[in-house]
């Protein structure tokens, strides 16, 4: 499977900046997806970053709030922008092979002070 | 509102013993069912996936699917303390990319 490498591995951040996520894979993916794990909970799909044009968001997520970028095939960034208590949260990227089948980053535990 | 159950746990089975997690799901659309390990502070790593009715082994793990009960379990033989995690199940949306997942069963290992 691929390897996915994410930066920051964490960080604590001030409420009402921004922090931008870094997503690395080490070889060409169609598809890659940014996930939430907030505390004790399970994964809730973000977005799915599209190479060339705007990333698709899921209900409950805006443009806005997550803009992501897809440069090319084997990088993405998703940003957390004007942060809250509420945005501390593990930040997954994930990538999807030929088999169909999701492989994820390490993540990026973010907390919000 | 397409829906992954799981029983939160903690599933608490004995040292070589056989752990049986289960998973029900809402979307008779799906096609692919994935099983994830997640040990505290990781991230979900890929143990199982299943498409077709019936079992399929892998090592000690077991991936069972009825898609007409819209179940699907997961079993491991020989349980060891290496297995204590979390494991999340998660089914595709409507055979699209898109992944649902459960909330997880915690299971624990005693040695």
């Known amino acids: 499977s691929a390897v996915i490498s994410q930066k920051p591995s964490r960080d604590i951040c001030q409420r009402g900046t921004s922090l931008t996520i870094q997503c690395q894979v080490d070889?060409?993916?169609?598809?890659m997806f940014w996930y939430r794990q907030q505390p004790g909970q399970s994964l809730t799909l973000i977005a799915t970053a599209n190479q060339g044009s705007e990333a698709t968001y899921e209900s409950g997520f805006v443009i806005d709030k997550f803009p992501i970028s897809r440069p090319n095939l084997t990088f993405s960034t998703l940003t957390v922008s004007n942060m809250s208590p509420e945005d501390s949260s593990i930040y997954l990227c994930?990538?999807?092979?030929?088999?169909?089948?999701?492989?994820f980053g390490p993540g990026t535990r973010l907390t919000v002070l | 509102q397409k829906e992954v159950e799981q029983n939160s746990g903690p599933l608490s089975v004995p040292e070589g013993a056989i752990a049986s997690l289960n998973c029900t799901y809402s979307?008779?659309?799906?096609?692919?069912f994935f099983w994830y390990r997640q040990y505290s502070g990781k991230s979900p790593e890929l143990i199982m996936f299943?498409?077709?009715?019936g079992d399929k082994e892998d090592g000690r793990f077991t991936a069972q699917l009825n898609k007409a009960s819209q179940y699907v379990s997961l079993l491991i033989r020989d349980s060891q303390p290496s297995d204590s995690a979390t494991y999340l199940c998660?089914?595709?949306?409507?055979?699209?990319?898109?992944?649902?997942f459960g909330s997880g069963t915690r299971l624990l290992v005693r040695p």
């Open positions: 070889s060409q993916v169609t598809m």
């Open positions: 994930s990538v999807e092979d030929l088999r169909d089948e999701q492989f």
């Open positions: 299943i498409y077709s009715n």
């Open positions: 998660a089914v595709n949306e409507d055979s699209s990319y898109k992944l649902i």
């Open positions: 979307d008779r659309g799906s096609q692919s």
